[in-house]
């Protein structure tokens, strides 16, 4: 069985982008015209997924708000006959059926994984987590459900990062099985520098089977004083299997300022009508640099 639905936690409270973040949530910054959140959605959809529980907390409604039917501003915007923004708004209502689930204290990303345990079930499933966009030409989720479907155990997604950034990271240790596909022998939560020779940085995408409820549940605080997905993760490794898998595609840390910066100007060089403009823009603005 294939997974069915997408677990997006957005519970945290954004403090590597304060004061942007004081009211509005981190996922509803805008990169170009829509809101980061909806990147992912959009992720999640294009790779054959048509449910997403996402994981808030107080403060957050805009997030459900922006998924959800808007009766007011449709009507406005039929009444002055402007079809297209009518058309927009109402695709990104139509894009998923969305279920919130309550996080209730900031305990970690492990906590905001096992908090879901009631709304997906027996079933195999993916998480996403919103800091992370990956443009990729065929969907990072959609790469690694291909990856699931052949092994049929859990999967993450890793890419190599430099040495002095590894302690911002989950690092995997691992044996190569084939392209891009790794056996793990080892998962570490933001390791100090020289406690590893691996270079591969978990991002937000993973493919959890339902044996990760257990596990998160016998999961002790780790890094932070947080439950950690990441040691949950070994325990899978150590009593089932986990695989990594180094996806093709761009990835931008958009919970972060300046990987917020990189992730405009990618999106908005890839945008259909701006991209043209934006790019003879950043030419005038780089002769002036030189
Ligand atoms: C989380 C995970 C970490 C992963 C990272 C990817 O960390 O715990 O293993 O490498 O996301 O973005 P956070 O960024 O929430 O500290």
Known sequence: MLPKKAVIPVAGLGTRFLPATK????????????????????????????????????GKSAIEDHFDYSFELETFLAQKGKLDLLNEVRQ????????SVRQKRPLGLGHAVQVT????????????????????????VKQMLNVYEKYQETVIAVQEVPEEEISRYGIVEGEKLEDGIF?????????????????????GRYILRPEIYDCLERTLPGVGGEIQLTDALDTIRKERALYAYKFRGKRFDAGDKFGFLQAIIHYGLRHPQLGGPFKEYLKDIVKGLE
Do not use: H, W
């Open 23 to 58: 009211v509005i949530p981190k996922e509803m910054l805008t990169v170009v015209d829509r809101p980061t959140i909806q990147y992912i959605v959009e992720e999640v959809v294009t790779s054959g997924i048509k449910e997403v529980v996402l994981v808030t907390a107080s």
């Open 92 to 99: 990104i209502s139509r894009l998923i059926e969305v279920v």
């Open 117 to 140: 345990k009631q709304v997906v079930g027996n079933e195999p499933f993916v998480v996403c987590l919103g800091d992370d966009l990956v443009e990729a030409d065929i969907p990072c």
């Open 183 to 203: 056996k793990v022998s080892r998962i570490i939560e933001k390791p100090a520098p020289g406690t590893t020779k691996s270079r591969l940085a978990v991002i």
